[in-house]
């Protein structure tokens, strides 16, 4: 762990905001392995999926406390972390009511449109909830912690893989085209990790002060989207107790890192 954080603090010369990028960057690349995953395996079981999305979204659940939460209440108390988590939380549920986008399960959300074509609302689905994800990691590294940092990149990209591929085959499934313009879709809706995970390292490094709120704003929008879409998206095609051993299996494997990595 210690070579990574060397490596990757003379890579960027110490910057906070280019670590930010970098890990935008690198977590967006292993959305895309997910998501070239339908390439060669077009047809996953749904009860795969479902236990594989329970497994990201553990990690999540974990991920927001131990590497978000915690440290945000260590750093500025919990009147500031509490007030970021609720403005995370506000901030997606707005987002997701106002923007129109389609579930392959949850159906519409947002606002009537019939302007986008119905890929494009699939692909604005998948960019909101790809959104928290990048700004977490950027707050992570905009928070000056590498060693936190780096175990929050390792969990979002860990999890990130999954998610890919199951972005990729529910696009397949819908008749979203074949699979090389199904992998696509994934590789697109997870290009928003790179540009806010940059908004987020850069929104901290520039006012240290509000980084326990930074911290707890991506930890409430992460909690919103694994409650509001992840776990009802696992549960509905009747595999609940597979998504749930994946759930409690990602959250194992989060603690574990967590652990090991100090």
Not at 66 to 77: E, K, M, N, W
Request: with cysteine; aromatic share 8%.
């Amino acid at each position: 762990m210690q070579t990574v954080e060397a490596l990757l603090a003379n890579i960027t010369g110490g910057n906070t905001v280019l670590q930010g990028l970098v890990g935008g960057i690198i977590i967006t690349l292993l959305n895309t392995l997910g998501a070239l995953g339908v390439l060669i395996w077009s047809k996953p079981s749904e009860r795969f999926l479902d236990a594989a999305l329970g497994f990201a979204a553990g990690v999540m659940l974990t991920a927001s406390f131990t590497s978000l939460i915690l440290p945000a209440i260590r750093v500025g108390g919990f009147a500031l972390t509490f007030l970021g988590i609720a403005l995370g939380a506000i901030a997606i549920d707005l987002v997701d009511h106002l923007i129109p986008h389609t579930h392959a399960l949850l159906g519409y959300e947002g606002l009537a449109s019939s302007r986008l074509k119905a890929v494009w609302l699939f692909i604005i689905a998948i960019t909101i909830h790809n959104m928290p994800e990048g700004l977490a990691v950027g707050v992570g590294f905009g928070s000056g912690d590498l060693p936190n940092a780096l175990k929050l990149l390792m969990a979002i990209g860990l999890q990130n893989i999954p998610e890919g591929l199951a972005v990729s085959v529910s696009a397949l499934s819908a008749g979203m085209g074949a699979r090389f313009y199904a992998s696509f879709v994934g590789i697109r809706s997870g290009l928003v990790e790179i540009p806010l995970a940059l908004i987020g390292a850069w929104a901290v490094n520039m006012a240290q002060s509000v980084m326990p709120c930074a911290m707890g704003f991506a930890a409430g929008a992460m909690l919103y989207v694994i409650s509001d879409e992840i776990v009802p998206e696992t549960h509905r095609k009747g595999h609940e107790r597979w998504a749930t051993f994946g759930t409690i299996l990602g959250v194992l494997v989060m603690l574990l890192f967590d652990v090991a990595l100090g």
